[in-house]
């Protein structure tokens, strides 16, 4: 399944995952929030399962092969270098959440008056880095097949649920406005790089160990806020739906 088209089409579902739900104004009421909310929560756990039954024995896989392309040079912490780049990506993910939440209160008094917020667009900035290497990705997935492209794209579709709804809850009218057309616009770029650039398989491995990281701490952040909106049981229900499916697949 190498024809190029295939990806293409999965990299704009994903794109318009953004550029649909991102024009979505906040839900008003009770009800409708806790509706919304419970999506939210079934598609964080789509992502955990994604990540528990599909990437984490991937990743023992890629480790093999990297250490294989090394030509069997003996390198120290051989084992762990796949694993480090997951910790790695987990770390900067929070440590960038970590930042906007430690200056709420500063940047919306800066918003308020006139001031521009910094902070923000570097937040959208790693999230449009993070959604590009998701579409850099596409193509090699399309070359294992139609299987695994399909996968893929369905669990980063629901996990772009996760992502949209992050940001538009921290940073409301400025990213309905302007900001989900960016992090479309990035994953159509990052499809484009996948197309025209080769990627070799270590790279692929290192890329897969950074994206294996990301949806980790993203789909945590969403599910364990401070105010403790989370819902368990949607939760549980699209980690087990979601795993069982890919069980079967």
């Known amino acids: 399944m190498d024809n190029p088209l ?38 964080a756990g789509v992502s955990v399962a994604y990540v528990f039954i599909d990437v984490l024995p991937e990743l023992a896989a890629q480790n093999r092969a990297l250490r294989e ?3 069997g040079i003996e390198l120290r912490f051989a084992e762990q270098r796949v694993y480090v780049l997951v910790l790695l990506s987990f770390v900067v993910m929070y440590g960038l959440e970590h930042m906007v939440l430690a200056s709420r209160e ?5 918003i308020a008056g ?3 917020d910094a902070v923000y667009w570097l937040h959208l900035g790693g999230f449009a880095a993070y959604s590009a290497l998701i579409g850099y990705l596409l193509s090699e997935r399309a070359e294992r097949g139609a299987a695994s492209l399909a996968v893929y794209t369905l669990a ?12 538009s809850e921290e940073h409301s009218g400025a990213y309905r406005g302007h900001g989900h057309w960016w992090l479309a616009g990035s994953v159509i770029v990052g499809w484009a790089l996948g197309a025209l650039v080769p990627i070799s398989e270590v790279a692929f491995a290192r890329l897969f160990a950074l994206l294996a990281g990301g949806v980790v701490i993203t789909s945590l952040n969403a599910e364990l806020p401070g105010d403790r909106a989370a819902r368990f049981w949607p939760f549980c229900m699209g980690a087990v739906v979601f795993a069982l499916l890919l069980l079967m697949a």
């Open 6 to 43: 295939y990806s293409l089409i999965a990299a704009c579902l994903l794109a318009a995952i953004y550029a649909i739900l991102g024009r979505a104004g906040r839900a008003e009421g009770a009800e409708r929030f806790w509706a919304h909310r419970r999506w939210v929560s079934a598609a």
């Open 69 to 71: 392309a090394m030509g």
């Open 106 to 110: 500063r940047r919306r008094a800066f």
């Open 114 to 116: 006139g001031e521009r």
């Open 156 to 167: 980063m579709a629901v996990h772009f649920v996760i992502v949209n709804h992050s940001l």
